[in-house]
């Protein structure tokens, strides 16, 4: 069965940086987009940004623009999330999630046909 699985969360300082990586697994086709997604404590679940089965596109929430940056690498079959400039309000749970079948992505979390478990990021003083 697909299995995606995160890693890389942490507690970190303002200011700070982490690099968050998701592989997925038991994929029978490598026509996919990823997504990575956030749920902070009593809040949604919410779109952080999504790459195209390509890797030449990429979509942002405007909360992460310029400081997140997104890129797969399609032989590992793995996404990552590049995060600089961390501030409290990215304090939550990371989760990747793909889209099988599509070749341009979506942020739109109903898209979304499987899920990580999610790896927490706690940025604090």
């Known amino acids: 069965q697909v299995q995606l699985v995160e890693s890389g969360g942490g507690l970190v300082q303002p200011g700070g940086s982490l690099r968050l990586s998701c592989v997925a697994s038991g994929l029978t086709t490598d026509v996919y987009t990823m997504g990575w997604f956030r749920q902070a404590p009593g809040k949604e679940r919410e779109a952080v940004s999504c790459?195209?089965?390509?890797?030449?596109?990429?979509n942002y929430a405007d909360s992460t623009k310029g400081r997140f940056t997104m890129s797969r690498d399609n032989v590992k079959n793995t996404v990552y999330l590049q995060m600089n400039a961390l501030l409290t309000e990215d304090t939550a749970v990371y989760y990747c999630?793909?889209?099988?079948?599509?070749?341009?992505?979506?942020?739109?979390?109903?898209?979304?046909?499987?899920w990580g478990q999610g790896t927490q990021v706690t940025v604090s003083s």
């Open positions: 999630a793909t889209d099988v079948g599509s070749y341009s992505c979506s942020r739109r979390r109903t898209e979304y046909d499987y």
């Open positions: 790459i195209s089965r390509s890797g030449r596109s990429t």
